[in-house]
T-cell receptor
Framework: GDSVTQMEGPVTLSEEAFLTINCTYT??????LFWYVQYPGEGLQLLLK?????DKGSNKGFEATYRKETTSFHLEKGSVQVSDSAVYFC?????????????FGQGTELSVKP | GAVVSQHPSWVICKSGTSVKIECRSL??????MFWYRQFPKQSLMLMAT?????????EQGVEKDKFLINHASLTLSTLTVTSAHPEDSSFYIC??????????????FGDGTRLSIL
C-alpha cells in the first residue's frame, strides 16, 4: 500500500544551520506531496506542496522538490531559526484511489538552539 | 488563507460522559472532512472521512458506535465520543478540504482538541 517514510528525529541544530529532513514515499497512483508543520499543542499547518514530478514547493524559506525517479520529497532550509522548532510531517495524497486521504510519515521533531 | 476552527480546544470530563467536538470551515465550503487521532509524539492516525450529506467512512479498527461523526452541512462536522473512557484520552484533529476546486486541494487543519477522561 501507499506509505511515507521520514528520517527519525529528533533533529537538533544550531541557529542558521542548514536543514534537511528526508522523506521518501511509495504510491501506486500519482500522488500529490505535502509538508505540514505542527507547533506544540496545535494542529497542523500546510507548509508547502507539490502536485507533479519536478515541481518545487516553497514557503517561508523552506523548499522541497518532487523527485519521481527517487520517490523523494526532502525538505530543506538554508538557515534555520529558533522559531522553526516544531514537528514536521511529510504526507502524500492519492485522490483518485483514496478520495484525497492523506497518508503521513511518522513526523520529525526539529529543535533549533540559539 | 483557508481557516478551520475546532472547538473546544481542551476538555476534561468524567468517565462515561459523551463529548462532542466541532469542526468548522470558516471561509470555504468543506465537501470532505477528516478526523484524526494523535498520540503523544506520534503521527496522525486517520479515524474517518466524511463527505457532506453522507455517512462517514471509518478506517479499519475504529469503532463506529464509539466515535459518531456527523457532516450535515458544508461548513460543519462533529465528532462525538460516546461513553468516553480514559483510553479515549488523546489529541483529536479535524481537517477539511473543498474537493470541488480540484483533486489537488490540500487539507486544512484545525488546532486540535485535547481530550482528557478522568
Amino acid at each position: 500500500g501507499d506509505s511515507v517514510t521520514q528520517m527519525e528525529g529528533p533533529v537538533t541544530l544550531s541557529e542558521e544551520a542548514f536543514l534537511t529532513i528526508n522523506c521518501t514515499y511509495t504510491a501506486t497512483g500519482y500522488p500529490s506531496l505535502f509538508w505540514y508543520v505542527q507547533y506544540p499543542g496545535e494542529g497542523l499547518q500546510l507548509l508547502l506542496k507539490a502536485t507533479k514530478a519536478d515541481d518545487k514547493g516553497s514557503n517561508k524559506g523552506f523548499e522541497a522538490t518532487y523527485r519521481k525517479e527517487t520517490t523523494s520529497f526532502h525538505l530543506e532550509k538554508g538557515s534555520v531559526q529558533v522559531s522553526d522548532s516544531a514537528v514536521y510531517f511529510c504526507a502524500l495524497s492519492v485522490f483518485y484511489n483514496q478520495g484525497g486521504k492523506l497518508i503521513f510519515g511518522q513526523g520529525t521533531e526539529l529543535s533549533v538552539k540559539p | 488563507g483557508a481557516v478551520v476552527s475546532q472547538h473546544p480546544s481542551w476538555v476534561i470530563c468524567k468517565s462515561g460522559t459523551s463529548v462532542k467536538i466541532e469542526c468548522r470551515s470558516l471561509d470555504f465550503q468543506a465537501t470532505t472532512m477528516f478526523w484524526y487521532r494523535q498520540f503523544p509524539k506520534q503521527s496522525l492516525m486517520l479515524m474517518a472521512t466524511s463527505n457532506e450529506g453522507s455517512k462517514a467512512t471509518y478506517e479499519q479498527g475504529v469503532e463506529k458506535d464509539k466515535f459518531l461523526i456527523n457532516h450535515a452541512s458544508l461548513t460543519l462536522s462533529t465528532l462525538t465520543v460516546t461513553s468516553a473512557h480514559p483510553e479515549d484520552s488523546s489529541f483529536y484533529i479535524c481537517s477539511a478540504r473543498d474537493g470541488r476546486l480540484g483533486s489537488n486541494q490540500p487539507q486544512h487543519f484545525g488546532d486540535g482538541t485535547r481530550l482528557s477522561i478522568l
